[in-house]
């Protein structure tokens, strides 16, 4: 599943490259500057997160020890970057996560382009695991944290608006598989169903 995945991602991405962090200057600049900014908060940098930056999926220390399936979610959730990468270009995608309205403590142009991201989070895990599962308090507790932390510089810190968030997600997603179980929609009286 996760070996299928990268292929196709390369298909569509031809010069993405997955690289390990520990051989990035780049990463190991950013792991400094980001352990000064957060005060220390966030010090998991080279170790848990990945990091896509244009078509280069920079590959955290822990990578080789995660389940396929926790790696095919994060997959999925890079795989938006990859996308916002592409419609964007570097330049916006760099201000839009750095800028709009503060570098750190209140980053509406990062939680936006997260939003987006921890949204495919939710739907790969529900694909793989079911809707509990996404559903989980554990797991919503995660995601609540990486916006409202120093994970990613409190980007967005205010956690009840996150998790009202994940709610419209899951609601979403709860309806999208209702409406996959009851099948496609009689066709409307007096005529037949396309075929």
Known sequence: MLEEYI???????PRLRLVPKSESRLCAL???ALRVLTLGGQS?????????????????????GRSEA???????????HLRQFRRLGLPWMAF???LPFFPLGLAWGRARLEWEAYAESLRARAELAGIEAAADPEYRAYIVRQFSSSAYGWMWPFPSQVGRWID??????RAQALDSASGPSPAPAGRSAPR
């Open 96 to 98: 839009l996560y750095l």
């Open 168 to 173: 419209r997600e899951l609601a979403t997603l």
């Open 7 to 13: 292929v196709a991602l390369r298909v569509a991405y």
């Open 30 to 32: 950013i792991d400094r």
């Open 44 to 64: 998991a940098f080279m170790k848990r997160y990945v990091t896509t930056l244009d078509q280069t999926i920079y590959l955290p220390s822990d990578w080789e």
């Open 70 to 80: 926790a790696r095919y979610e994060v997959m999925r959730h890079e795989a938006v």
